[in-house]
């Protein structure tokens, strides 16, 4: 059974998240719960209406294409998609077929074919006795990216879908929330014993990343089986059951020829490369810093993967530590704040809910990196100082004073404790001297007690040794 390679393809739609809709004025408000107000005659299909272009649609799919490495078209059009459907008005979708905007490129390894840029269709919801159209979400611009089928198992998928959200969400161009509809992903998979590609079946209505790698799972399952049964798999579209975690049948699927696809003679032909706003390089250098050069920043700065992963990904606690990052000056400071941060302050996040923003002066954080690098306060009370410091703000040396949780690390004020406990306990001194360890570990006991436990203890224990060779 495990001789099926199994090859995978993704197409992945995003909303765009523009004011208006990409081809009226009409607005593009994902958020609006009241159906069918936000339209217009044009995205209504009423007749003799016409569509204009979206600028800052193109300029959004054009900025994904940049930061992917594609190749930007200099002549781009929109075609007529003609199916008919009660979520589509005007009996076609405007999308493109022949010019794409990008072309090439690639994420996480993984090649880009292309991405293009279409209308949303309207929302359909059924009853057992009606359904329902809503047409808020008609004509908003959707960006539909298409993989190369280099993807070989659910995993990687399921990690080129994240990595496109946290891309899409860097660039500002949709919030490409799965759950919400915001973000669409379609699995193209096949599996073959050899190199020649077997049928590909692809699943659709699927609303997570984790349905998303079950439904490939379940699909390299069935279609091994199949062949191993001698059986053939057919072309189709399948859906995702979520309850029951399996694909079903839908429909035999459509080639492109079906669609009839032609230019839309209402929109004008673009020439992107005369387009002053659209200019790849002033767009390449307007882009933010990306997910992939943020994390190879926090690793060449010495951080651990998981940590860097997580800077990139949440993005509020990544900020954190870049402003952190203006204040510490050596490679030390920069993990041991590393340290805090990924795990005793993400601990202190209220039911485990990363916040928008932490509320901590970053310049007063590194003032608490420094006193636990000091030694002057031990790794309990440098916890308890970052959550005074996260729930109330405060000065970390004070903070540290008010709670008496300064740590006696210095040579003289030891020196004094180490000299009273020797002359006050002469047997564990004797015992320790004829080789009892243990004795030590007593010793080092007295000086926590006689410090009331703000001596720090590794220092103690070593004075003590010390005091004792000689
Ligand atoms: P179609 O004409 O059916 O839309 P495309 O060639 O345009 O097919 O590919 C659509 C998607 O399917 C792409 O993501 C592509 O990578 C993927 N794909 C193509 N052939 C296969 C295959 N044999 N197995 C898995 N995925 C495939
Ligand atoms: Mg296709």
Not at 146 to 162: K, L, M, Y
Not at 341 to 347: A, F, R
Not at 399 to 427: C, T
Request: aromatic residues 8%.
């Amino acid at each position: 059974m495990t001789k099926y390679k199994p090859t995978i393809g993704l197409e992945i739609h995003a909303e765009l998240k523009t004011k208006t809709k990409m081809f009226c004025n009409s607005i593009n408000d994902p958020d609006e719960v009241e159906p069918n107000v936000n339209v217009c005659p044009v995205c209504m299909a009423h007749p003799g209406t016409l569509p204009v272009i979206n600028k800052e649609a193109v300029k959004s799919v054009i900025k994904v294409g940049v930061a992917l490495g594609g190749k930007i078209a200099s002549f781009t059009e929109f075609d007529r998609k003609n199916y008919f459907y009660p979520d589509i008005p005007k009996g076609y979708q405007i999308s493109q077929y022949a010019y794409p905007i990008v072309s090439g490129g690639a994420l996480n390894g993984v090649s880009i074919t292309r991405i293009h840029l279409e209308e949303d269709t309207a929302k359909s919801s059924h009853d057992s006795e009606y359904s329902l159209v809503d047409f808020n979400r008609a004509g908003v611009p959707l960006m539909e990216l298409v993989t190369e089928p280099v993807i070989h198992s659910a995993e990687e998928a399921g990690a080129f879908a994240r990595e496109l959200q946290l891309l899409l969400r860097y660039l500002g161009v949709s919030e490409a929330n799965m759950e919400k509809g915001e973000m669409r992903v379609e699995v193209n998979i096949s599996v073959s014993k050899n190199d020649v590609f077997g049928t590909k079946v692809e699943i659709k209505n699927i609303n997570s990343f984790r349905s998303a790698e079950r439904g490939i799972e379940y699909e390299i399952k069935r279609q091994t089986e199949l062949l191993e049964l001698g059986q053939k798999v057919i072309q189709e579209t399948r859906g995702w059951d979520e309850m029951r975690q399996v694909t079903f049948s839908q429909r035999i699927k459509e080639t492109s020829d079906d669609y009839r696809y032609f230019p839309d003679p209402d929109l004008p032909k673009l020439k992107l490369d005369e387009v002053p706003e659209f200019d790849v390089e002033l767009i390449k250098s307007e882009l933010p810093e990306l997910p992939p050069e943020r994390r190879a920043k926090y690793i060449s700065l010495g951080l651990k993967k998981d940590d860097a992963n997580m800077y990139t990904n949440q993005t509020s606690i990544g900020d954190f530590m870049d402003g952190v990052l203006l204040f510490t000056n050596n490679e030390n400071e920069i993990k041991i704040a590393s340290n805090y941060i990924s795990s005793d302050l993400v601990g202190l996040f209220k039911d485990g809910e990363v916040p928008n923003k932490i509320e901590i002066d970053y310049e007063r954080f590194v003032e608490l990196v420094r006193m636990i690098i000091d030694g002057k306060l031990s790794s309990r009370g440098a916890k308890e100082v970052l959550r005074i410091m996260y729930e109330k703000g405060g000065i970390p040396q004070d903070i540290a004073e008010e709670n008496s949780l300064i740590q006696v690390s210095d040579i003289d004020s030891l020196g004094k404790i180490v000299g009273i406990i020797i002359d006050e306990n002469k047997d564990a001194v004797d015992d320790y001297r004829s080789g009892k360890e243990a004795s030590l570990r007593f010793l080092v006991g007295q000086g926590m007690k006689l410090s009331k436990g703000s001596a720090d203890p590794a220092m103690l224990e070593k004075m003590i040794r010390e005091r004792l060779q000689n």
